[in-house]
T-cell receptor, first 116, second 113 residues
Framework: KAGVTQTPRYLIKTRGQQVTLSCSPI?????VSWYQQTPGQGLQFLFE???????NKGNFPGRFSGRQFSNSRSEMNVSTLELGDSALYLC???????????????FGEGSRLTVL | AQSVTQLDSHVSVSEGTPVLLRCNYS??????LFWYVQHPNKGLQLLLK??????LVKGINGFEAEFKKSETSFHLTKPSAHMSDAAEYFC???????????FGAGTRLFVKA
């Protein structure tokens, strides 16, 4: 069974640009969540999508957005990039019910974004 | 409100000696608790999880953790460290019945030859 796939693995952008990251979950997983990981702030929850709907959102500015497609693949977008957006962005998928979750997260290897 | 505190940012052990990584949690609900491991430039991998069944949970690669409600702790242990265990470890809490995961700050484990 294929794992969670994130693309691209590495990318370099300049301030003010925008970036789109992609995540393909494990087949059958309908929940996809995104996390930002930095040395200073650790792992922070960005948002979670389930059946094309954003179900939970972390405390990030509106420049961070995402969406999920009918095949459960998800994208996240960061507009007007700032130096502080340099981070490892991790995607995780999970097998969840409609109203509850008590399972585990399956992570991709991440997309490392460097903003110059 | 939920929170999770990993009591050590770094732990260093010698190969073949026991490992103890400490985690305390706070949760208003009956929580699910997890330990994940992250090797350099990789995603996180689940080591083990507690979901209100047995309080002593066994995971992969010889790791185990004990849920102690009275102490609100979920410490991770391994009897004998291996060089390949060198990585960062995250304690995670999630309330049963809802989706919101709180990650600890992580503990970096160093294993000396």
């Amino acid at each position: 069974k294929a794992g969670v796939t994130q693309t691209p693995r590495y990318l370099i952008k300049t301030r003010g640009q925008q970036v789109t990251l992609s995540c393909s979950p494990i087949s059958g997983h309908r929940s996809v969540s995104w996390y930002q990981q930095t040395p200073g702030q650790g792992l922070q929850f960005l948002f979670e999508y389930f059946s094309e709907t954003q179900r939970n959102k972390g405390n990030f500015p509106g420049r961070f957005s995402g969406r999920q497609f009918s095949n459960s693949r998800s994208e996240m977008n960061v507009s007007t990039l700032e130096l502080g957006d340099s981070a490892l962005y991790l995607c995780a998928s999970s097998l969840v019910g409609v109203r509850f979750w008590a399972g585990e997260l399956f992570f991709g290897e991440g997309s490392r974004l460097t903003v110059l | 409100a939920q929170s999770v505190t990993q009591l050590d940012s770094h732990v260093s052990v010698s190969e073949g000696t026991p490992v103890l990584l400490r985690c305390n949690y706070s949760s208003s609900y009956s929580p699910s608790l997890f330990w994940y491991v992250q090797h350099p430039n990789k995603g996180l991998q689940l080591l083990l999880k507690y979901t209100s069944a047995a309080t002593l949970v066994k995971g992969i690669n010889g790791f185990e953790a004990e849920f102690k409600k009275s102490e609100t702790s979920f410490h991770l242990t391994k009897p004998s460290a291996h060089m390949s265990d060198a990585a960062e470890y995250f304690c995670v809490v999630s309330p049963t019945g809802g989706f919101k995961t709180i990650f600890g700050a992580g503990t970096r484990l160093f294993v000396k030859a």
